[in-house]
C-alpha cells in the first residue's frame, strides 16, 4: 500500500425530499449565491422552485446562470465569473449533473484566479483558492458532487480537459435519488458506465498490498452493475436508484482509490472521442473499456492475474485457472453484454468516429500531438501506438 | 435504505513517516496545544520527540498532560480541561490508541461547555462547540482517529458513556502503521475484535434494500480478518497492519453504515463487563459477539437470512440452503475459531466476570437498573432479560 492523504468536507446529505434544505445547509456560507444549471429539466422537475424557496426562507440572495450543456463549455464559464464579479456572489450552487457541477467548480476557481482560468485546466497555473460550491445532483454518473475534480471543453481549441484539488471538493451535496427515476434509459447506461470507470480507473493499479481496496472496488462494482439492470427493467425504482447514486459518490469521491496508483488511461482516451464528436462520456467509455481491456491483459503475468481477480470477483466467471486466458476472456464478454443490456454503443463507428481519426485523437490523448509524448495511463503505460490500436479493436 | 446525511471533515494522512507532518499539518488551527497522551509507550517508540519536533519546527506552542489509561477517566478528562484553561491551549492534539483520542475528544469538548463535561456524557446537554482535535494513532482499534465519538468511564460512579457528534471528528489524523509492528498479540486480537464489532453493529439491520453498504461492510470483515491472521503469524509485517489499520478506520468513520439502521447491542453489553472488571473492550466484545448471534438468529426468519448472508458471504461457508441453520451455525463456529486464532478469551469466566454479576450488568446496559428499561439493540431489541441469557450463553 503506498502513503496517502484523503480529505472530503463535502456535508452530503442523500435521500428523499432533501432538497429543501439546501439553504439552510448553505446559510453558513454563503452571502450571495449564483444558482447555476442546464436547461430546463431542473425546472420541469419542480427543483428549481423548490431550491429558490429554500433559499429565500433562509434569506439567502442569489442570481442565476443557466445553459449548462453536457461537455461544459469554457464561455459559460467565463460568462459566469464575469457575472459573479458583477454581482458581488460568493457562493456558487449547482443544479444538475456533473455538467452543471464542473461549471460551477470552474467558475468558483476563476473566481479566486487573477488570469483565464483556464491557465488551471492547461497546467499553467495551480488552484490556491475557490468559492465554496455546494450541489443538488440530478443524475448519478460523474461523481462531481462529492469529488476533487472538474472537466471542462474549451470549443475554441477543441480541447477538453480535468483540473483537482482539495479545494474543489463541494461543501454541501444534496443528493435525493427521487430524481433520477425520471432520467431516460440512455442516461443510465451513460451514467453507470461512467460511475463503473470510475472504479476501474482505480482498481487496476500495480500497487500490491491493496486488499481493503480492492475488496471495496469489487463490491461496489458487483453493486453497481446489479442495481443498473433493475433499473433498465424497473426505471422508476426508487432503492435501485439510492443504490446507483450512493455507488456513483463513493466510485469518485476517492475511498477506493487510496493507497494505490490509479490509472485513467480510459478515461483520456474517451476524452478525445467528446472532444471529437460531443459524445455522451459514459457512451465512449463503454466502447473503450472492453478494448482497453483486452490489449493490456496479454501484456505480462503479472498484468493478467488481476484480470483474472477481475473475471472471477467482479463478473462472477468460475472457470478453470489453469486456462486463466479463457477467464479473462470470458469476464470481458460479461462486462460487454452488460453494456449491451443498458443499450450502450459497442463500437467506435455507432458514434459516428471514423478510423480516419484515430491517429489524430490517440496523439492528442498521449501528448505526442503538441510535441510532448507522456502516454497516459499507470498499470500500463500507453503511447499513442498503443492507443491507435485500442481505438482500432473498438472500429 | 434510508435517508442520511455523513460528513467528515477530518484530513487522514496515512503512511510511513507521516507523523514528521504534523505540526505543518495542525498550524491553520492551532495556537497553542495540549499534547494528550498515554505511558511511556509513545516515548519508547520516539513519536513523542518526533511530534514535539514537528510543532517545535512549526513554531507552535504546547503544554503536555499524560497518564491516559485503557477505559479513559474522566478524573483525567477533568484535569485536562483545568490545564487547557489556565493555559489557554485552543487545540488538543491525541497521541497514542482510542482511549487518549477519546480522552482528547472529552476536554475539547468540556473546553465549550460550562458545566461538568460528564451532563453530555450522561445526556443532559447537548455538544455545540469543541476545541478542534488532532490525532497520531499507534493502535488500530477503536476508529476514534476519524469517528464522531468518544468513551469515557466515570470512576466515581462506575458508568462508562459515549457521545456523538460530527463537531468531534478529528480535523486531522495522522496514521502510520509502522507503530502497529511493535503492539503484542494480545492487542492485536482486542484491536482487530473491537474493529470487526464496529462493523458487525452496523452489518446486521433490518432496513432493507442496503445492498452497496452490504457489500461495504463484508469485504472490509473478510479483509482485517484475513490480514489479523497474517499479522498474527507475521506481527512485524507493515503491509498486514496497513490493511489493519485503514480498516479499522474505515470500520468506524460510518462509510459503512450510512442509510442503514445500526444495532450496537454488543457494545452496549460490553461496556457494562469493562465498567465491572476494567477489560479490554475487544476482548469482551469477542465473547460477546457469538453469544449474541446464536441468541438472536433464531429469532425468526427474516433475521436468520442475514445470518446466512455472513455465513456464507464472510465467513465462506458453502452449505446447502435446504439447511439454513447449519449454515449459520458454521458461521458463527468459524468466527469463534478466528478469535481463538488471536488468543482471545472465548467465556466470561477467563475474563473473571461471575455469573453472580449478570443481572446487574444486563440491568445497566438497559437502563432498567435506573429505573428507565429501553432496551438495547435495533436489529433485535433486547430486554435485561434476554440480556442475562446472552451473558449466561458467555459463561
Known sequence: MQNFQIHIPTNLVFGKDTQHQIGSLIKPFATKVLLHYGGGTVKKLGLYDDAKKSLTDAGINFVELGGVVPNPRLSLVHEGIALCKKEGVDFILAIGGGSSIDSAKAIAVGMCYDGDVWDIFEGKAQIEKALPVATILTIPAAGSEMSSSAVISNEETGRKYGMGSDLIRPVVSIVNPEYFTNLPKSQLGNGVSDIISHIFERYFTNTTNTDITDGLCESVLKTVMKNALIAAEA???????????????????????????????????????????????????????????????????????????????????????????????????????????????????????????????????????????????????????????????CK
Chains 1, 2 share one sequence.
Open 235 to 393: 426505471p422508476t425504482s426508487y432503492e435501485a436508484w439510492a443504490e446507483i447514486g450512493l455507488g456513483g459518490i463513493i466510485a469518485h469521491n476517492n475511498w477506493l482509490g487510496i493507497g494505490r496508483a490509479q490509472d485513467w488511461a480510459c478515461h483520456g482516451m474517451e476524452h478525445e472521442l467528446s472532444a471529437y464528436n460531443d459524445i455522451a462520456h459514459g457512451a465512449g467509455l463503454a466502447v473503450l473499456t472492453p478494448a482497453w481491456m483486452k490489449y493490456v491483459y496479454k501484456d505480462n503475468s503479472k498484468l493478467s492475474n488481476m484480470f483474472v481477480q477481475f473475471a472471477t470477483k467482479v463478473m462472477g466467471v468460475d472457470g478453470s485457472f489453469r486456462d486463466p486466458e479463457a477467464i479473462i476472456k470470458e469476464g470481458i464478454s460479461r462486462l460487454q453484454d452488460f453494456y449491451k443490456k443498458l443499450g450502450l454503443a459497442q463500437s467506435l463507428s455507432e458514434l459516428n468516429i471514423p478510423e480516419s481519426a484515430f491517429e489524430d485523437m490517440a496523439k492528442k490523448a498521449t501528448g505526442a500531438y503538441f510535441g510532448k509524448e507522456n502516454g497516459i495511463g499507470s498499470f500500463k503505460k500507453l503511447m499513442w501506438q498503443d492507443v491507435v490500436e485500442i481505438y482500432k479493436l
